[in-house]
């Protein structure tokens, strides 16, 4: 198996892991948190999928992410804002992600994951020890940020099919 091959084998699982999480959800139960500050599932798979746009996007040249250039920031209430990925979101700034549906939620995750899929079928063994972001000691090479892109989004999704297992009165 080649390194393109088994990266899109990897990031291939996530839109069966995101759809199970959101498919038949309303807005209020993408939204329902189990507790007070607690991640909503419209949450979870929203910050899985600006993470993986907003470090996909800043491995291919010149290219802008689909959350700000695509139409997708308004289906969930919210600025096109780059830099917004959820990351330090505090508990009231998590609770004013609100996608208006599951099919928001998955068009913007559909169109992110296939740029990201584009982007690792093409990809050959040298090129992951290209460095990519010198702020880290080590500095982080193709393959480590590929590798903890898919790491987040896995563990997010898990997360957003937990939670949908605890909504109440959900068969």
């Not at 599932?41 to 929203?46: A, D, P, S, T």
């Not at 910050?47 to 996909?56: A, G, K, S």
């Not at 939620?105 to 584009?118: G, M, N, P």
């Not at 010198?134 to 937990?162: C, F, I, M, T």
């Amino acid at each position: 198996m080649r390194v393109n091959e088994l990266l899109v084998e990897g990031y291939g699982r996530l839109p069966d892991l995101v759809r199970g999480a959101v498919e038949g959800l309303s807005a209020d139960q993408l939204h329902w948190a189990p507790g007070p500050g607690a991640n909503s599932i419209g949450w979870l798979v929203w910050h899985l999928t600006r993470v993986q746009d907003d470090h996909i996007t800043e491995l291919l040249d010149g290219a802008q992410q689909l959350w700000v250039t695509g139409d997708f920031a308004k289906g969930f209430g919210l600025e096109a804002r780059a830099h917004d990925t959820g990351y330090g979101h505090t508990p009231q700034r998590v609770a004013g992600v609100r996608p208006e549906s599951a099919k928001a939620l998955l068009s913007y995750f559909e169109a992110v994951h296939e740029r990201t899929h584009a982007f690792v079928a093409q990809l050959k063994e040298e090129d992951l020890d290209r460095i990519v972001d010198e702020r880290w000691d080590p500095p982080v090479s193709l393959g480590v940020r590929l590798v903890s892109v898919l790491d987040d989004d896995v563990q997010h999704a898990g997360q957003a099919a937990y939670v949908r297992g605890l909504l109440p009165n959900h068969g």
